[in-house]
C-alpha cells in the first residue's frame, strides 16, 4: 500500500526537522569550545586555587547529548583543586536542544551576585556569547541541509 502525499510531507519534514537539528546541534558544540575557553582565562575574580577557572564548562544538551562527560570534568577539577566545594544539581531542559554554561563550584552563586555581580563570569559571558552561538547553531544547520 503506497503512503498518502500528505503522509509522504509530513514524512519528509519530520527528517528536514532532524537534519536541521542535527546539524544545529553539531554548530552549538564547535560554538561552545572557544566560550569555554574564554570564561577560563576571564579575570574577573581572582581564584585563588584554580578550581573555579579549571571548571568552567559550556556543553550542548539534547539531539542524544547530556553533558555528562563535561560536567565529570568539571566536578573532578573542583575536587581536584578545591576540595569540599563540590556543588552540582539537576536541571531539566524542556526543548531538544540547548547549551549549558555552568561550573561546579558551591561558591559560583556568590561569584555572580555579590557587589551587583563584580566577580561574575557565567552571565556576562551568556550576555555577551548568545548571539554568537546562535549564529554557529544556524550555520550548522545550514552546512546539514546544504549536505
Do not use: C, W
Not at 564547535?30 to 585563588?48: L, N, Q
Not at 581536584?80 to 539537576?90: D, I, K, M, Q, Y
Not at 555572580?112 to 556569547?129: C, F, I, M, Q, Y
Amino acid at each position: 500500500m503506497s503512503s498518502s502525499p500528505l503522509a509522504n510531507l509530513i514524512s519528509g519534514l519530520d527528517k528536514l526537522r532532524g537534519v536541521m537539528l542535527d546539524g544545529a546541534r553539531d554548530g552549538l558544540e564547535a560554538g561552545s569550545g572557544p566560550i569555554e575557553d574564554a570564561m577560563r582565562r576571564d579575570s574577573a575574580h581572582g581564584d585563588v586555587t584554580g578550581a573555579t577557572h579549571a571548571a568552567y564548562v559550556v556543553f550542548v544538551v539534547g539531539r542524544g547529548e547530556s553533558g555528562a562527560d563535561a560536567m565529570q570534568q568539571s566536578i573532578s577539577a573542583v575536587e581536584r583543586l578545591n576540595p569540599g566545594h563540590v556543588a552540582t544539581s539537576s536541571v531539566h531542559v524542556e526543548s531538544e536542544l540547548g547549551v549549558i554554561y555552568t561550573v561546579a563550584t558551591d561558591y559560583q552563586p556568590d561569584l555572580e551576585t555579590n557587589n551587583a555581580g563584580e566577580k561574575a563570569v557565567l552571565g556576562p559571558t551568556l550576555a555577551r556569547t548568545a548571539r554568537d552561538l546562535t549564529a554557529a547553531a544556524a550555520a550548522g544547520s545550514r552546512k546539514a541541509l546544504n549536505g
